[in-house]
């Protein structure tokens, strides 16, 4: 058995006392630490799965889209929604559904799914929701409806867009002095996203944007001055 001198018993002594006292509290945070360490790699790899699936329904979506399938369109993107909720798939899924929909002249299920977009989605996808869900209300005279879809505050890049869908629901109410505001508003947006150097990125962004312009200077044109 090995020999110890005094200050070496003393200082096994003193760590068996720490261990005792604190040994179970270090355990628990090693185990602790090395769970989180699996349970991240785990969700990882989950989340890598559920994309590769989602892509896959995805393909298949396109796939009834291009071929005017309504059954298989509904099917595929309800099986996004329910199931792949939490990857880019599900909301861009929605927004291809809705407008395949619009086309088929079912408009109450474009409706829901841009309404789903609308409160899962993430940035520009759910304010473009918002943009075509508002433009649906519009077309039904569901004038209230639109432009609650379209309070509060666009991300960035949307503003312009937000004021002109908003006079034009103004303006189908008949309340003229509000939508010209609101179309001046959309013009202001504009400038101002073109002199920040946004939307002026390429001769064809330049070119929508002028294109942009002078459909809402026609919009504003057509209300007439105020009396």
Do not use: C
Not at 9 to 23: D, P, R, V
Not at 79 to 99: H, I
Not at 117 to 143: I, N, P, Q, T
Request: glycine letters at 10%; a neutral charge.
């Amino acid at each position: 058995m090995a020999t110890y001198d005094l200050e070496e018993q003393e200082q096994i002594a003193e760590l068996k006392a720490w261990w005792k006292q604190h040994g179970n509290l270090v355990t628990g945070i090693i185990t602790v630490a090395a769970l989180a360490a699996l349970g991240w790699q785990g969700w990882n790899w989950y989340q890598r799965n559920q994309s590769a699936q989602a892509a896959v329904v995805f393909g298949g979506l396109q796939k009834a889209i291009a071929s005017n399938d309504s059954q298989r369109i509904k099917a595929a993107s309800g099986e996004l929604v329910d199931k792949y909720g939490g990857t880019v798939y599900a909301p861009l899924a929605a927004l291809k559904t809705a407008r395949a929909m619009v086309d088929a002249g079912d408009s109450k299920t474009a409706r829901v799914q841009l309404a789903w977009v609308v409160e899962h989605g993430k940035e520009e996808l759910r304010d473009v929701a918002r943009l075509r869900l508002a433009a649906l209300l519009l077309d039904e005279k569901a004038y209230d409806e639109a432009l609650k879809v379209l309070d509060g505050p666009p991300t960035p890049g949307f503003t312009a867009r937000f004021s002109d869908a908003r006079g034009d629901v103004l303006a189908a109410q008949g309340k003229a002095g509000e939508a010209r505001a609101a179309y001046r508003a959309a013009l202001a947006g504009l400038d101002a996203a073109d002199g920040s150097g946004k939307g002026r990125n390429s001769l064809q962004d330049s070119q929508a944007n002028a294109a942009y312009r002078e459909s809402l200077q026609l919009k504003l044109d057509a209300l007439g001055e105020p009396g």
